[in-house]
C-alpha cells in the first residue's frame, strides 16, 4: 500500500483497534443475541417491558450523575498517559457519588411504595451500581489505550450473563428477578477482573490528585451533558412514551424490536470504540480531514448496506429470535434499522467535534433532535401505537444527523457526496415502506433495491477491504 509513513500509521492504529473490538463484540453480542429466544420464551411481556425500562434508564443516569467522567476519562487518558493515576482517582470518585445518590433516593422511595415497586427499586440501585463502574472502566482503559484489558472485560461480561441467565432462568426459575440479577454478577465481577488485569499490566496506577486535571474532566463532562442527555432521549423516550400510552406488555414487544437492529449495531460499536480513539489521536494532523473523510465514507457505505442486508431479511431473522406473542415486533424493526444508520453518523461526526474538546455543537445538535423526537411521540404514539413511537425515532435521528453534519464544518470539511447519501437513504425508506407494508412481491423488491445500495456504495467499501487486507498481508509477512 502506498502512502506516507503517517498515514499509514493512523490506519494501522485504527485497523489494529478494529480487529480487537471485532473479538470483544462478535463474541459478546453473538451470544447475547443467541439469548434472545430464552428471554422471550422464559419472560413475559410485561416482564420484559419492565426490564426494558430499566436498562434504558441506566443509559440516562450513568452519563448524567458521573458528570460524563467516563468520556473524559478517555478524551484526556489518551492526552495525559502520564497523569492517569489522578484520572482514575477522579473518575472514580465520581462514580461513587452517583452510586450514592442512586441508593439513597431508591432509599427514600422504598418507604413510599408498595412491595412490588420496592423488588423493582432494590435491584435498579444494584444495577446502577454495578453498570456504573464497568461503563467507567471500559472507557478508562480504552483512555489508557489497554484495549485487550477492554477485551477480556467485555467477553467476562458476556459469558458470566450467559451462565447466570442459564441457572436463574432455567433452573432456578425466578423470572425478571433472574433476568436483572445475571446483569448485575456480570457487570460486577468484570469490573474486578479489569481492575486486577490492569494492575498487572501497568495502566492501573496509584491514586493521585490532580486538582489541574479534575477541573479540565469536570469542564469536558458536564458541557457534555446536554448531548449525552440528548442522545438519550432520541435513544429511549420512545420506550418511556409507548410503555405510558399503550401499556407495560406493548413496550415488552416494542423494546425486544431492538434485538434486530442491535445486530447493525454490533458494527458500529466496533468502529465507534475504535474510532472514538483515533479521532483523539489524529485531530491535530495536517492531513486529518482526509482521513476523516475516508473513513466517513466508508462508515457510511458499511452501516447502509448492512441496514439493506437486514430489512430483506427481517421477518427469518424475527422467526428464530422472538417467541409467542414477542413475533409481532418485527414490524417496528426496519424504522429502527435506519435511525441506527443516523445514529451511528451523528456518534462518528460528535467524536470529531469531542477530540477538538468542543461539545456544545452537539450538545445543540441533540437537544434539538430530542424535542423533535418528544414531540412527534406525542403525535404519533396515540395514533399509531408503537409503529409510530419507531418512525418518530428514525426521522429525530436524522434531524440529529444533519446538524451533526452541519456543526462539525467548523473542524473540519468532510468532502463527501450529500447527494449520494440521500439516494441511498431513499431506497431503505422504500424497502421499509415495501416490507412494512407487506406489498406483493416485496423480497423480490427488497433483494433488487439492496442490489442497488450495494452498488451505490462498491467503491467506499472496497477501499476499507483493500487498507484492511494491506495490513493482513503486511502483519502476516512480518512486516512493520
Known amino acids: 500500500m502506498s502512502g506516507s509513513p503517517e498515514k499509514k500509521s493512523r490506519y494501522r492504529y485504527l485497523a489494529d483497534n478494529i480487529a480487537l473490538f471485532s473479538i470483544s463484540n462478535f463474541v459478546s453480542k453473538i451470544l447475547v443475541f443467541l439469548l434472545v429466544p430464552l428471554y422471550t420464551d422464559v419472560l413475559t411481556t410485561y416482564e420484559y417491558g419492565i426490564a426494558d425500562v430499566m436498562q434504558v434508564t441506566l443509559l440516562l443516569l450513568v452519563p448524567a450523575l458521573t458528570l460524563n467522567m467516563g468520556e473524559a476519562a478517555l478524551r484526556f487518558g489518551i492526552e495525559y498517559a502520564g497523569r492517569r493515576g489522578g484520572i482514575l482517582k477522579t473518575g472514580l470518585r465520581y462514580v461513587l457519588r452517583g452510586d450514592a445518590l442512586v441508593v439513597g433516593l431508591c432509599i427514600i422511595m422504598f418507604a413510599f411504595s408498595g412491595m412490588e415497586i420496592r423488588r423493582y427499586l432494590l435491584l435498579f440501585a444494584l444495577l446502577y451500581a454495578a453498570n456504573s463502574l464497568y461503563e467507567f472502566l471500559i ?16 467477553v467476562c461480561s458476556t459469558l458470566v450473563m450467559i451462565v447466570s441467565n442459564i441457572i436463574f432462568l432455567l433452573v432456578v426459575r425466578i423470572g425478571l428477578n433472574g433476568y436483572i440479577f445475571s446483569q448485575i454478577i456480570s457487570f460486577a465481577l468484570s469490573s474486578v477482573l479489569m481492575l486486577i488485569i ?9 491514586l493521585s490528585e490532580d486538582d489541574e486535571l479534575k477541573k479540565e474532566m469536570l469542564k469536558y463532562g458536564t458541557v457534555m451533558i446536554a448531548y449525552s442527555t440528548g442522545s438519550w432521549i432520541n435513544n429511549a423516550a420512545d420506550r418511556y412514551m409507548v410503555l405510558a400510552i399503550c401499556g ?6 416494542y423494546g425486544v424490536a431492538y434485538k434486530i437492529p442491535a445486530i447493525l449495531m454490533v458494527f458500529q460499536r466496533i468502529f465507534a470504540q475504535a474510532w472514538q480513539m483515533s479521532a483523539t489521536k489524529s485531530y491535530k494532523d495536517d492531513k486529518s480531514a482526509q482521513f476523516f473523510t475516508t473513513m466517513y465514507r466508508t462508515y457510511n457505505s458499511f452501516m447502509v448496506s448492512g441496514c439493506a442486508f437486514l430489512i430483506l431479511l427481517v421477518e427469518p431473522i424475527a422467526r428464530f429470535m422472538f417467541r409467542k406473542d414477542f413475533y409481532d415486533a418485527w414490524v417496528y424493526v426496519p424504522p429502527l434499522l435506519i435511525s441506527v444508520i443516523f445514529g451511528a453518523l451523528t456518534g462518528f461526526l460528535g467524536s470529531i467535534c469531542l477530540a477538538h474538546k468542543e461539545s456544545r455543537s452537539m450538545g445543540i445538535a441533540t437537544s434539538i433532535g430530542a424535542v423533535a423526537n418528544v414531540a412527534m411521540n406525542l403525535a404519533f404514539i396515540p395514533r399509531y401505537g408503537a409503529m409510530g413511537a419507531a ?4 426521522i429525530s435521528y ?31 425508506v422504500a424497502m421499509m415502506l415495501a416490507m412494512v407494508g407487506n406489498l406483493p412481491a416485496k423480497y423480490i423488491i427488497c433483494a433488487v433495491l439492496t442490489l442497488i445500495v450495494i452498488l451505490l456504495n462498491w467503491k467506499d467499501m472496497m477501499t476499507v477491504v483493500g487498507v484492511l487486507g494491506s495490513f493482513v498481508r503486511s502483519r502476516a509477512s512480518g512486516k512493520k
Open 391 to 394: 418512525a418518530a425515532t428514525a
Open 139 to 154: 472507557l478508562y482503559f480504552q483512555g489508557c489505550e489497554a484495549v485487550p484489558v477492554v477485551v477480556i472485560g467485555s
Open 248 to 253: 407495560a406488555a406493548v413496550n415488552g414487544v
Open 198 to 206: 490492569g494492575k498487572s499490566a501497568g495502566v492501573v496506577p496509584p
Open 398 to 428: 436524522c434531524i440529529m444527523w444533519a446538524f451533526s453534519y452541519w456543526f462539525v464544518r467548523k473542524h473540519v470539511v468532510l468532502e463527501n457526496n450529500l447527494l449520494s447519501d440521500v439516494l441511498g437513504i431513499s431506497v431503505l
